[in-house]
């Protein structure tokens, strides 16, 4: 311990008031924390993005020495305006738990010995050029995070795509994000929100749909909450399948079943048509009608493929299909009352109201992701509620970079920086940005997430690199690719901070420099790319993601595409990338421009950020004398799609009668392996739980506390009930928070995914409960 | 389902309220408690009159008398005095990840449902005399920020995780005046922590913080922030154009 007690005493005391509160109250120890030897005391203040979710705030990092010793809120950042959550105040924190990585490891005779991180690369490097000749280019795969930076997921792609030739560059933001990035493909064909959090300010109603803000995104919700007091006529709508802190501090909280938010969202279609509150003009000028196939399966066998057929239909055709949706009819489907989902329509349809939606893993993880997404911008497009101030569709995401790395540089197997792959004249750009032969990049997408891994079980997939997530956590149906990651002759590195679950997998582990302690820029949720300098030094060998993939690049003979210095690498990077973006619907700010400020909002035209695209108004990429441009469509015009309510891919039945729902807490991030090493989130809550609804834990005799089995076909957890307690499900529904290794309830979920996004459905399967 | 508004026009909202129709399990277990409590001192009060009373002489002479001396009996010093002084600096810091971080809740928070942020308010809004922790409750900063539990987590257990190898700086010394005597600088950012009045005055105040000249309500007249941990950088004077 590098504390020193009698020296902080002494100088303590040489403070009078000190040394008289010492005598006054003796026995009380002193700070919480331990005291830096040697310090000055003095503290400068380095700007960075937090580290955790996508909401993406402004902290200012303290440094003493080399080392960060304290956070504030970035009173410059639009995001957060100088207030953090718990998480935010405490962030710097997770650098220094005991057990961090620090010299590269290699298993050898089936145990992991600490290596030279040299001889580590070396290996990698081989084992690439290895499994590649003997099966092929598309056995060898990267799997990436939303928590890259932009240059790690950059270099990763390059490497990848552009010189070892294949797709298999995949990232876990397709756990989160990709039924969003579909949703606005399909609906604007141009993806990201096109408002700003300022909707906020500036919205008369604002609705969560499955999006509990109060825990997930409370920095935002704070702001929602004081732009309710401040304005008094504002109405903060929680719309879910559990009771929440979110439906506490809401004006009203209106429950559904799940996977009925597709009807209900159908059925304030209905009503907005007609009470004759739709925009006329609005929607002839703006939008085009659509529907696309129906029955679309939910891809839990292994190959499933799909593709959308979009065909055209005609308003009087889509209202035609809308006759499904009448409230009475829903109500049967959804349990929510006619009388809600005509409250909710009424809220949309006002003419004189602003009102913006938000949600986040409740829409993207559903097997009808990309679906729910269209239905609720057909809401906002009836009604000509987008783009403008305060009339928001608003999609949330959960990592700090599941927007500027996985979206943006097009970390998954479909992508590239620009476009896709199957475009020739998007693989011509990026063979030219990247320096290779434009044969080298494949036009055949390779495996989203789930395949991914089952392609690693079954062999197809012989060498994966996981770098900043935690999948021996998160992936569904935990078990199968768990054994799967197992397999004798699969080759698993993992770079990472801490060990987890996922190093336990690792045949190499490389130890990874963790947030500032390296270079390199996030993006948001609302368009927001934000640059951190290295404000502390990482500890032993290890070295950020983007180094530690140049490193085997260069290994692998790619000298001529990864040429940069140590120094300067990040800048030239951004560069790089920066050309990929060179048009008004995309243009990034310079890298000068982004380390002067606390985030720049893109498209970034001639020296201005752009707030609310489609928008003549406020986006300069729009064709001039329109009102709205939806440049993502050819014709300018987005798309309002007919989509059927369809149930979920395992629902309870007689044997298995509950629902469970799994999901997040304030406390902690995503799996817990940071934030369970900051004291005071881990002690506040230390371990992960059931909720029950209190009347299914009287019929099962269980009280707050006790054990209880959650069973699925798949596998079973056995964890404590919480009753009435950080939230409460409805009859019929388990919920459990899945940050705790203890607890893999992963091991329980299943792998069904919404087959246009291949995003999997955490929040639905069936389960049934014991008393342990 | 519920509306907020309709709990919130409830007149019985806060610590001493009996549970109302409207509100859940929390509300109505802490109700009971505070129900339990209240009705417990108001009967030791009266139990305790007819043993002091000597035989034949009906309670209640001179005016009630044994009523007061009952009270003072009953009454913790504490809630007479306005001081108890148990919060100190260094009950302050060991909340404290660091200076100026959120500091931790030190008291248990339900872990029901409905440990809803208003109630936090009920308390650390206006602060008082706490019974049940026989203390001064200290008032917030900034009340305007209503999710409370954003930033300040209870404890739930002693243990961590894994060890951590976190350390910070000193917490900013005390009385620092530029001359003898003269009024001391602000030690620490006014982030957060704008309203002196709610932190340097009233019983709940911290003890070696807490100001004796509270009357003079322009706090900054006299006091100026000097950020003592930032390096001071050094001015230059620049006329040059532009500037």
């Known amino acids: 311990m590098k504390i020193n007690r009698r020296s902080f005493i002494k100088t303590a005391a040489a403070s009078s008031a000190m040394a008289a509160a010492a005598s006054l109250f003796p026995g009380i120890s002193f700070a919480g924390w331990d005291q830096l030897e040697g310090a000055s005391g003095m503290i400068t203040w380095q700007k960075a993005p937090c580290r955790f979710c996508g909401t993406g705030c402004g902290v200012l990092v303290g440094v003493s020495g080399d080392r960060a010793v304290a956070v504030k809120g970035d009173p410059n950042c639009s995001v957060n305006k100088g207030l953090c959550c718990v998480k935010g105040y405490h962030s710097v924190q997770a650098l220094y738990g005991k057990d961090r990585i620090t010299k590269a490891k290699v298993r050898k005779n089936g145990a992991m010995v600490e290596v030279p991180i040299k001889e580590a690369l070396d290996l990698i490097a081989a084992k690439i050029s290895e499994t590649i000749k003997a099966h092929g280019k598309d056995s060898v795969a990267m799997y990436g995070s939303g928590q890259w930076t932009i240059p790690d997921g950059y270099v990763a792609s390059k490497l990848f795509k552009g010189c070892l030739g294949t797709n298999n560059v995949e990232a876990n933001a397709r756990l989160c994000m990709a039924s969003a990035v579909t949703g606005f493909m399909t609906s604007f064909g141009i993806d990201e929100p096109m408002g700003c ?390 243009n990034m700010a310079p890298y000068t421009v982004l380390k002067e400020r606390a985030g720049v909002q893109w498209p970034f035209v001639n020296g201005k950020e752009t707030r609310w695209r489609f928008n003549p108004k406020y986006d300069p990429a729009c064709k001039p004398g329109t009102d709205f441009d939806f440049y993502g469509k050819k014709d300018g015009k987005a798309w309002i799609w007919a989509r059927p309510y369809e149930p979920a891919a395992e629902s309870p039945d007689a044997e298995y009668n509950f629902w469970l729902n799994t999901g997040r807490v304030i406390e902690h991030w995503h799996t817990g392996s940071m934030t369970r090493r900051v004291p005071i989130l881990h002690q506040a809550m230390p371990e992960s739980y059931v909720e029950i609804n209190p009347e299914d834990a009287m019929d099962l005799g269980v009280v707050n506390g006790e054990k209880v089995k959650i069973i699925s076909r798949r596998g079973s957890v056995t964890m404590k009930a919480s009753i009435n307690g950080r939230g409460v499900p409805p009859r019929g529904m388990v919920f459990v928070p899945f940050f705790d290794e203890s607890y893999k309830i992963n091991e329980v979920t299943l792998d069904a995914f919404c087959p246009i996004s291949k995003q999997p459905d955490y929040k639905k399967c069936a389960v049934r409960l014991e008393k342990a | ?181 003269s009024p001391p600088p602000i030690p620490h950012s006014l982030q957060l922590r704008e309203d002196c009045i709610a932190c340097h005055t009233g019983p709940g105040a911290v003890a070696e913080i807490r100001v004796e000249h509270a009357s003079r309500g322009n706090c900054r007249q006299c006091h100026v922030p000097m950020v003592a941990t930032e390096p001071l950088s050094t001015f230059q004077r620049n006329n040059e154009p532009g500037h």
């Open chain 1, 197 to 586: 959090y300022e909707d906020i300010e500036h919205a008369d109603v604002m609705v969560t749909w499955g999006n509990n803000m109060a825990e997930m995104h409370p920095v935002l919700f704070s702001r929602m909450l004081a732009s309710r007091k401040r304005k008094k006529n504002v109405t903060i709508i929680d719309f879910a399948t559990r009771t929440t802190r979110t439906s506490q501090a809401a004006d009203k909280s209106i429950l559904f079943k799940p996977n009925t938010d597709l009807a209900v969202a159908n059925a304030i279609c209905y009503e907005i048509i007609r009470n004759d509150w739709v925009n006329e003009s609005f929607v002839n000028d703006h939008t085009t009608f659509h529907k696309g196939k129906t029955n679309i399966g939910y891809g839990t066998e292994d190959h499933f493929a799909f593709t959308d057929k979009p065909e055209d239909i005609s308003f009087e055709e889509y209202k035609t299909f809308l006759k499904d949706y009448t409230p009475e009819k829903v109500e049967k489907i959804s349990g929510v009352s006619a009388k809600d989902i005509k409250y909710l329509a009424s809220l949309y349809g006002d003419p004189a109201k602003k009102v913006t939606s938000f949600w986040c893993m409740g829409m993207n993880q559903h097997v009808r992701g990309t679906w729910i997404n269209n239905l609720v911008y057909n809401i906002h497009l009836l009604t000509g509620k987008i783009s403008t101030p305060g009339n928001s569709p608003f999609s949330l995401t959960g990592q700090p970079s599941a927007c500027g790395t996985v979206r943006e540089v097009g970390t998954l197997t479909h992508k590239l920086p620009h476009g896709v792959v199957t475009n020739e004249q998007d693989r011509q750009l990026a063979a030219k940005i990247w320096d290779v032969p434009v044969t080298n990049i494949d036009p055949k997408p390779t495996y989203h997430t789930v395949e991914m891994f089952r392609a690693l079980d079954r062999g197809d997939i012989r060498f994966m690199w996981i770098q900043v997530t935690n999948p021996m956590i998160t992936m569904p149906n935990l078990t199968r690719y768990r054994n799967g990651a197992l397999k004798d002759d699969r080759f698993v590195v993992v770079s990472d901070v801490y060990p987890t679950p996922t190093t336990e997998v690792a045949d190499v582990i490389l130890p990874a420099a963790m947030w500032i302690e390296q270079e390199g820029m996030f993006g948001n949720s609302e368009r927001r790319t934000q640059h951190f300098d290295q404000i502390v030094p990482p500890p032993g060998e290890a070295m950020s993601d983007t180094w530690q993939i140049i490193e085997v690049a260069r290994r692998l003979g790619f000298t001529k595409q990864f040429p940069w210095s140590e120094e300067e690498y990040i800048g030239k990077i951004w560069e790089e990338y920066r050309l990929f973006h060179d048009n008004p619907k995309h």
């Open chain 2, 1 to 181: 389902m519920m509306n907020r508004k309709n709990r919130i026009r409830s007149p019985q909202r806060g610590l001493s309220h009996a549970p109302s129709p409207a509100a859940g399990s929390f509300k109505k277990i802490f109700g009971s408690v505070m129900l339990v409590l209240t009705a417990g001192c108001i009967s030791g009060i009266f139990m305790a009159l007819p043993a002091l009373a000597a035989p034949d002489i009906p309670p209640g002479f001179d005016s009630g008398g044994e009523k007061i001396f009952n009270r003072f009996t009953e009454t913790p010093l504490a809630a007479m005095t306005g001081t108890d002084g148990t919060r100190n600096l260094n009950s302050f810091y060991e909340l404290r990840q660091y200076p100026g971080s959120p500091p931790r809740i030190p008291h248990s928070v339900p872990f029901f449902f409905r440990d809803d942020t208003a109630d936090c308010l009920a308390c650390h809004g206006k602060g008082g005399y706490d019974a049940r922790q026989n203390t001064y409750i200290p008032v917030t900063p900034h009340p305007e920020n209503e999710n409370c539990l954003q930033c300040h987590m209870p404890r739930r257990t002693d243990t961590l995780f894994v060890e951590t190898d976190w350390q910070s700086i000193s917490p900013p010394k005390l009385g620092r005046s530029q001359l003898g005597g």
